[in-house]
């Protein structure tokens, strides 16, 4: 994308227009993200399931994304399907992730819940001799849980509620 450019291997963040990653302001549902990354940039704290769609604003950003010189991203979790139940699972060499999402009220309230780890969060035990006494050293681990439930009152009026919750331990 033109004026737009990543962050170098090894550290994250987007380089627009000139400006650095610091001049940039991340959204999800509204709602300031601070550190979008784990694993030093490796990883976005997004996973691709829990999200509906994202706008990148490099110019002349609305005045209620105020406060920052470079961009603006707004990115919106899914709703969830008002019709009918489904997810997927999948297990990784870098991470595990489960979606769920469906009716509560069928055609009126949704939900949406995705979670993602690094495997070393469940497998560390495996790989590590308990007697070892350098095991802390290998405590690494990430997660990411998004939930959404989404309540429509008409064609025009709806209200939600969006959790986030993610954690780096080093």
Known sequence: ?????????????MYVRGGGP??????????????????????SIFTPEAVKNTTL?????????????????????????????????SIGLLTDKLHIEGPIWKERTSFSFSARAIPTLFFKNLIVDKDDTYSDKYNYYFYDVNAKVNH???????????????????
């Open 1 to 13: 994308m033109p004026g737009v450019q990543a962050g170098m291997e090894g550290f994250a963040g």
């Open 22 to 43: 610091d001049q940039n302001l991340v959204m999800l549902d509204g709602i300031p993200v601070y550190n979008a990354d784990h694993l030093l940039g490796v990883f």
């Open 57 to 89: 604003f490099k110019s002349s950003f609305p005045a209620r994304y105020g406060g920052r010189l470079s961009s603006i991203v707004d990115v919106r979790t899914n709703d969830g399907d008002m019709h009918k139940y489904h997810g997927a699972f």
């Open 152 to 170: 429509k009152f008409s064609d025009r009026s709806r209200i939600f509620l969006s959790f986030y919750k993610g954690k780096d331990h080093y």
